[in-house]
């Protein structure tokens, strides 16, 4: 089974548009007002592998003198060299410490700042709802969470690890010039040609990377999947099912993990046949020096340190490549995020500027509700759900939806929401802020119950804690403070609430923060009968504008009109008023004007 995952070859390539992405990760960090904080724990990073640089070259000139002193027994010379090279030792330990706590902490500073702006990114324009629907962006909320820190951990020690490469290796050459003429250019050409087969040898381990990030990908996606479905499955038994759809991920991303053991050690063979060669040319260019008298012993020690040094240099930017390799695909995957809201924003600029032109032209302000003309389709495009449907909802008045299932009256709910605009035709709709909506499954956030009750809203300061006692008294959930730790507990509601009682929490919203229009989809479907008077009751006492969708006929009483969408074309009418059920302390509103019937 191949991944679900479909990437475009051209994001599994190191080219221009890859480099464009990664500019989109690090210009609004770096180049920002302000940012003189990273700028400066940059600048200690490289001073940091600067000063090691220089103190691997002075330990590289002492240890040759430390070994003559050594080979002519020389008490006097030798310890004091010796104590110097372990003092060296040290200070190297402390600069590497203080730059290691420096690059960390730039790390961290980055991926508070890129994540902040990610999440930022994602909300606005509700463009995780649109990603959501358009689903040409897989996991996004993975790759915020995941994939952010290992990008920002790669590029930090990347400028600072090729500087000091770069400077250690110059340092290192200079010296094993003045032992020996040859060496220096020899062990040049030799690196150069070291490196130019690593990245020959390591090219395919860029796809490859690619392929073990969708694989695992893949797989948390299967897994997650069971989570998200747990108790569906458990209805089912799909217990095997399951297991075999996970196994089958699970297979596929062993296969790219060992894809990539296997060509990590093709690599490791290269570099450790290159390291080979290197590490014979102190034999072949400097102990001949020494047999013929022409350097003492010591510069021996100090041509191998030298070369050591080398290697190792070159083993670090070798290791640094294969690094940037696996997070080129956290660098794209995220760009993409920050590209899509980009194009999100775009597109709701050219509505504002341009409606009509595209889709449902949407105008707010004023009280009442106005659809004039508007047809409305899927999100990409696929059906046409209802056309040419117009009418006026003056404030106070409540409309019932109804219709056969799938004809698309929740639908039209997210064309009122704004989240649909894929057709033609215009909206008037009051502010955002005095519109409520009211789904059939209340979100439940995570925290406090205080914080579900004046939702979205999470300033609770304006809200005194009798208003809030007062709305779940008046949808009967006056015990659940008590019964849960007061208003400040924090509990997982979606899970030990019922249905029933997240519906009534909704209405508990509604109280607190008294919008004027207030639209449902199917909010009572899991309360009683009596309890759903109730909480209509409660809309016809605050005199709110209602659009309602619902199947059951026992609510149609409390509506002035009633919308009936069907294939092909749509009706309004006055609502059928058999004498509604009345919940105690609430007056049914039983006046209806008389509307003339409108048939599409």
């Not at 100090?302 to 040094?309: D, E, P, Q």
């Not at 698309?408 to 709910?413: D, I, N, V």
Request: charged residues 20%; aromatic residues 10%; contains cysteine.
């Amino acid at each position: 089974m191949r991944s679900r995952i479909v990437v475009d070859p051209r994001d599994r390539k190191i080219n221009a548009v890859f480099f464009r992405r990664v500019a989109l990760l690090v210009w609004p960090y770096w180049l920002r007002r302000w940012a003189w904080t990273p700028w400066a724990l940059l600048a200690a990073a490289f001073t940091c592998n600067a000063l090691n640089a220089v103190a691997s070259g002075y330990n590289t000139q002492l240890v040759g003198e430390q070994t003559n002193a050594l080979v002519a027994k020389s008490v006097d010379t030798y310890w004091p060299l010796t104590l110097t090279i372990a003092a060296l030792f040290v200070g190297k330990g402390v600069v590497s410490w203080v730059s290691d706590f420096v690059t960390s902490y730039l790390e961290v500073h980055w991926r508070r700042f890129l994540t902040t702006l990610l999440v930022d990114r994602y909300l606005a324009n509700r463009a995780y709802y649109d990603i959501n629907i358009d689903r040409d962006i897989d996991n996004p909320d993975q790759r915020i969470q995941e994939e952010i820190a290992p990008l920002c951990k790669a590029l930090v020690a990347f400028p600072p690890m090729i500087f000091s490469i770069g400077f250690s290796i110059t340092i290192q050459m200079a010296l094993l010039s003045r032992i020996s003429p040859l060496i220096a250019p020899a062990i040049f050409v030799l690196s150069g040609i070291r490196i130019l087969a690593f990245f020959y040898v390591y090219r395919p381990g860029i796809g490859i990377a690619w392929d073990v990030k969708i694989a695992e990908a893949d797989l948390r996606y299967g897994v997650l999947h069971v989570r998200d479905n747990a108790e569906t499955i458990a209805f089912y038994g799909g217990e095997e099912a399951e297991c075999q759809q996970i196994d089958t991920r699970l297979r596929h991303a062993v296969r790219q993990s060992v894809r990539n053991i296997v060509n990590d050690v093709r690599v490791q063979f290269f570099i450790r046949l290159f390291e080979l060669a290197e590490f014979a040319l102190p034999l072949i260019f400097v102990i001949p020096l020494y047999l013929s008298g022409k350097i003492e012993f010591g510069a021996i020690a100090s041509a191998a340190m030298a070369t050591m040094v080398i290697q190792s240099a070159i083993g670090n930017f070798e290791r640094l490549i294969p690094t940037l390799s696996h997070v080129a695909p956290n660098a794209v995957r995220l760009a993409q995020v920050l590209e899509k809201s980009r194009e999100i924003e775009e597109r709701h600029r050219t509505r504002a500027e341009k409606p009509g032109q595209h889709s449902i032209a949407l105008f707010r302000g004023g009280d009442s509700i106005r659809v004039d003309h508007v047809t409305y389709q899927t999100p990409g495009g696929e059906r046409s759900l209802v056309r040419d449907i117009s009418f006026d909802l003056e404030p106070g008045q409540r409309m019932i939806v109804v219709g056969q299932t799938g004809v698309g009256k929740s639908s039209f709910l997210r064309v009122l929401a704004g989240l649909w605009t894929r057709g033609s035709g215009r909206l008037d709709l009051p502010p955002l802020e005095r519109m409520l909506f009211m789904p059939q499954k209340p979100y439940m956030m995570l925290g406090t119950l205080r914080s579900q009750l004046i939702y979205p809203k999470q300033d609770a300061g304006d809200v005194e804690d009798e208003v809030l006692l007062a709305a779940l008294r008046r949808v009967n959930l006056g015990d659940l403070v008590a019964y849960h730790g007061g208003l400040d507990a924090e509990q997982d509601w979606s899970r030990i609430l019922s249905l029933g009682e997240q519906q009534r929490i909704g209405f508990a919203r509604f109280l607190i923060s008294k919008p004027a229009h207030v639209f449902l989809d199917e909010a009572t479907s899991a309360v009683d009968v009596a309890t759903e008077a109730l909480l209509y009751g409660l809309l016809v006492e605050a005199g709110a504008t209602v659009v309602s969708v619902a199947h059951r006929t026992s609510i149609i009483p409390f509506h002035h009109l009633m919308l009936e969408l069907r294939e092909g074309g749509w009706s309004l009418r006055p609502a059928t008023m058999p004498s509604p059920p009345v919940a105690e302390g609430v007056m049914a509103d039983q006046s209806n004007a008389a509307l003339p019937e409108i048939d599409r």
